[in-house]
């Protein structure tokens, strides 16, 4: 069975500092899908950024970066010029590449990230 | 606007009730999916409908009951419920079998058994 684990329950960061989450996986897969995603105080989770396990290159979106280590089975996220707006609950999931339902998430406890003015 | 809209928002109810939650999305998708957000507790997964069919049922309790009437729809029925049900539902959709896809989610119902 998969596992995603987070270890930082919560995180605070400077306006316009640059701040990482961490997330481990547990899997025997060797192809997968990995994500983070945000949930603001709104509850509705958005998805941050994907990374497909077969891809060397780390995923990219805007301030909003991974680094992706495979045999570390490590899945950091990187948020760079931190604004308020990011403010959330941050969390890390993991998804079986088997051609079936994209919803099947494997999802972490999360981290909880303050963004300070 | 999001594009998966789950009705109500809050629901209190007592142990003896019987209620429904309700989950429509509008992005076309063919795959619909319940969540369980329990604090402290990661995501659990608990129904997946791929093209109106339940294809999952992570070992969730009888007294919850799901119900995909069609593509756009899917709600789960409450009944008899445990305080320990008290959590946040979340509903997501997507397309399946495209795999280079994401799944939507929408922004829950905060349920409370009393």
């Known amino acids: 069975a998969q596992t995603v684990t987070q270890s930082q329950p919560e995180m605070s960061v400077q306006e316009a500092e640059t701040v990482t989450l961490s997330c481990t996986y547990d899997?025997?897969?060797?192809?997968?899908?990995l994500f983070w995603y945000k949930q603001p105080p709104s509850r509705q989770m958005i998805l941050v950024i994907r990374?497909?396990?077969?891809?060397?290159q780390n995923a990219t979106e805007n301030r909003f970066s991974v680094n992706f280590q495979k045999a570390a089975k490590s899945f950091s996220l990187k948020i760079s010029d931190s604004q308020l707006g990011d403010t959330a609950m941050y969390f890390c999931?993991?998804?079986?590449?088997?051609?079936?339902?994209?919803?099947?998430?494997?999802f972490g406890k999360g981290t909880k990230l303050s963004v300070k003015p | 606007e999001t594009g998966v809209t789950q009705t109500p928002r809050h629901l209190v109810m007592g142990m003896t009730n019987k209620k429904s939650l309700k989950c429509e999305q509008h992005?076309?998708?063919?795959?619909m999916y319940w969540y369980k957000q329990s604090a402290k507790k990661p995501l659990e997964l608990m129904f997946v409908?791929?093209?109106?069919?339940?294809?999952e049922n992570n070992s969730v309790p009888s007294r919850f009951s799901p119900e995909c009437p069609n593509s756009s729809h899917l709600f789960l029925h409450l009944h008899t419920l445990q305080p320990e049900d008290s959590a946040l539902y979340l509903c997501?959709?997507?397309?399946?079998?495209?795999?280079?896809?994401?799944?939507?989610f929408g922004q829950g119902t905060r349920l409370t058994v009393v």
């Open positions: 899997t025997s897969e060797n192809n997968y899908y």
């Open positions: 997501a959709s997507s397309q399946f079998p495209v795999v280079n896809t994401e799944a939507f």
């Open positions: 999931a993991f998804m079986k590449h088997e051609g079936g339902s994209q919803g099947n998430l494997i």
């Open positions: 990374q497909e396990a077969y891809k060397q």
């Open positions: 409908y791929s093209l109106e069919e339940r294809v």
């Open positions: 992005l076309g998708h063919n795959a």
